[in-house]
């Protein structure tokens, strides 16, 4: 399984940006698919999570009413659209996809990363 993310940039305070994810090999419409994110010097973190059919969703409260998950299984792509945004989500972000169907917020249930797509939020 591949996984390319892309949709990332540069954006002000209050903005809106849409991050795709591209996914090539595997059976993508078994997999639960996550966005995690990671600021200099910071852990990565959980931000959203669909599950392989679409149904469930699963959200970070700190961007729960800003962001959406998406997917289209028929185009292999899962989408993020993000909200509102701060200064505070500025990140790489990770498309990952997991073997569980739950949308699951702990990234060690992740066995698939993309290289990630930087978030740049200015105020």
């Known amino acids: 399984v591949q996984l390319v993310e892309s949709g990332g940039g540069v954006v002000q305070a209050g903005g809106s940006l849409r991050l795709s994810c591209a996914c090539s090999g595997g059976t993508f419409s078994a997999y639960a698919m996550g966005w995690l994110r990671q600021a200099p010097g910071q852990e990565r973190e959980f931000v959203a999570a669909?599950?392989?059919?679409?149904?469930?969703?699963n959200y970070a409260n700190s961007v729960k009413g800003r962001f959406s998950i998406s997917r289209d299984n028929a185009k292999r792509l899962v989408y993020l659209q993000m909200n509102n945004l701060t200064p505070e989500d500025t990140a790489v972000y990770h498309c990952?996809?997991?073997?569980?169907?739950?949308?699951?917020?702990?990234?060690?249930?992740?066995?698939?990363w993309g290289q990630g797509t930087q978030v740049t939020v200015s105020s």
């Open positions: 990952a996809a997991s073997g569980r169907r739950d949308p699951s917020s702990w990234s060690y249930d992740y066995d698939q």
């Open positions: 669909i599950s392989w059919g679409g149904g469930r969703t």
